[in-house]
């Protein structure tokens, strides 16, 4: 099975704070996604890799980076921390294509204050 | 552009109800794909089902189908005789040819009461 593990599961951080998410896959995947997910809003892309040290923009990427040097690896920061960043942030990976499904972390609740 | 609408923001049912969730999807392609997603309170979202723009077949898994329809542009979801562990958000999804990214719906939050 794949499995896409996320650092923390709760955060909590204060605003001006940076901020680092990260994700591991371990099947190999060469695409991954970052997404947020806030109420009524479904899941909303903020950055994907579809390899190594490769990134693109997703639908809201203001107020974020990413970062993949390794194939397994993708990390989200927030440079420096808003409250209008608190949200459940989700990882997934996917193996390649858009034919692929996406596998999915278990999600990382941010809080900044 | 793509989109997709689920229009049931939430739904309520007693245990043994069938209930059927709306998907409608928008998209010039034509060649995409369909996807639903299931997040049960633990967070994690699970892969469900992938439907391609070419196969219109509908799809049953134990009690779980799916009702694919170009002419509606309907991706439709339904449960059989519900039980309180299908209790989870239930999010649909489209990939299109050109594009890396899936865009998803607002999502359906499924309660299924004893």
């Known amino acids: 099975d794949v499995k896409v593990t996320q650092s923390s599961r709760y955060l909590v951080k204060r605003t001006g704070e940076k901020v680092f998410l990260e994700c591991v896959q371990d099947?190999?995947?060469?695409?991954m996604f970052w997404y947020r997910q806030d109420p009524g809003l479904g899941l909303r892309l903020i950055y994907f890799s579809y390899d190594v040290k490769m990134k693109e923009k997703g639908d809201i990427p203001e107020g974020y980076s990413v970062s993949r040097e390794k194939k397994e690896r993708f990390s989200l920061i927030l440079e420096s921390a808003s409250t209008n960043q608190t949200s459940m942030y989700l990882c997934a990976s996917r193996l390649g294509g858009l034919t692929y499904e996406q596998y999915f972390g278990p999600g990382t609740r941010l809080t900044v204050t | 552009a793509q989109k997709v609408t689920q229009a049931q923001t939430e739904i309520s049912v007693v245990e043994k109800e069938d209930v059927t969730l709306d998907c409608v999807y928008e998209?010039?392609?034509?060649?995409?794909?369909l996807f639903w997603y299931k997040q049960p309170p633990s967070g994690e979202l699970v892969f469900l089902i992938r439907r391609n723009s070419f196969d219109e077949q509908n799809e049953i898994s134990g009690r779980y189908s799916w009702n694919f329809q170009k002419s509606t542009s309907s991706f439709n979801f339904t449960i059989t005789a519900s039980q309180v562990v299908d209790s989870a958000v239930y999010f649909c999804?489209?990939?299109?040819?050109?594009?890396?990214?899936?865009?998803f719906g607002a999502g359906t939050r499924l309660t299924v009461k004893p």
């Open positions: 099947m190999d995947h060469e695409n």
């Open positions: 999804a489209l990939s299109e040819s050109n594009n890396n990214d899936m865009r």
């Open positions: 998209t010039r392609d034509t060649t995409y794909y």
